[in-house]
């Protein structure tokens, strides 16, 4: 019998954080995401109504705070906290009181750290049972970029916990300052790629199912998820470290779990971002692990191996890490 559970992330909806630091143009990108009409299955969660200027596209007012666009979009704002409004919302498209919607877009505030939506969306069992996390979508002012990531720590964790990068404004500014801004954000995050975005156009495929999850796949992109070649030859960034560990012998979960364990009480506020497949003896299919800071997804069974070997790897990106420090509790669970 399994230590662990399958995943049943088929049934649930996935839901994607849009986040940027202030004047990256995150909101004229989700303005422009919201006419498109492979969008317009979409709940979108912002702050006010005022954040985004949806004036000239409202149709009705359905009931308090939900919008309905022509769309066919929802957009709703923020009532006591993010979890009460994704559960208000969801029982409203189960009431039939909406239009059904495939997939939820939040909308930060551009000083907001992220990290505490990421964990709401892997370790909240009331949000888990009917939402999973997809992707993680960072916007980057190309012209004022780099002056944010050399003075706002929240800028810099915006994009080190981000799937995907998009930079704006890049027809403002000379072709040095966008590649020395890029080669920057590949230091902070090698698995993110990036996107260029003019006045907010991008096609929505490239932001979206970005997850391990994805229900039309009867195997999971193990390795788009880890981008585990993206971080080959990086060199290392000043504020934020990315550390792969792998092995191809089955790892002990008792002797792996108490070492992460251990990890999250003494460095979670360090740990930016966990991502890691584990072969674990006696188990016939990969386990998953996602987790931000001390806060982590349950581990989760996936369906089956990808072809090739079976090979474990742990992918982290956070603050002052320390390979030499962290290889004697991986070695440990590998041997154990």
Known sequence: MSLFDRDKSAGRLPVSLMTGFLGSGKTTLVNRLLRQPGMADSAVIVNEFGDVPLDHLLVEAVAGEVLVLPSGCICCAVRSDVETTLRDLLARREAGLVPPFARVLIETTGLADPAPLVQLLLANPLIL?????????????????????????????????????????????TTAVVDALR????????????????????????????????????????????ALDAFAGVRHDPAVQ????????????????????????????????????????????????????????????????????????????GRDLDRAALEPGWRAAVAA
């Open 183 to 226: 080669d920057r954000l590949h230091r902070l995050n090698p698995a993110a790629p990036i996107f260029h975005a003019l006045q907010g156009e991008i096609d929505p495929d490239r932001l979206f199912g970005a997850g391990l999850h994805d229900p039309s796949r009867p195997v999971p992109d193990t390795v788009r998820w880890l």
């Open 242 to 317: 990315a550390v792969c560990l792998q092995a191809d012998a089955p790892l002990d979960w008792m002797a792996l779990s108490a070492w992460l364990a251990g990890l999250r009480a003494a460095r979670g506020p360090d740990l930016l971002r966990v991502k890691g497949i584990l072969d674990i003896a006696g188990e016939a299919t990969p386990l998953a692990v996602h987790g931000v800071h001390h806060v982590f997804h349950p581990p989760t069974l996936l369906a089956a191996w990808p072809p090739g070997p079976r090979r474990s790897a742990l992918v982290m990106i």
């Open 129 to 173: 049972h009917s939402y999973r996390l997809d992707a993680v979508v960072a916007t980057v002012d190309a012209l004022h970029g780099a002056d944010q990531l050399a003075r706002h720590a929240e800028s810099v964790k915006q994009v080190a916990i981000a799937d995907r990068l998009v930079l704006t404004k890049a027809d403002l500014a």
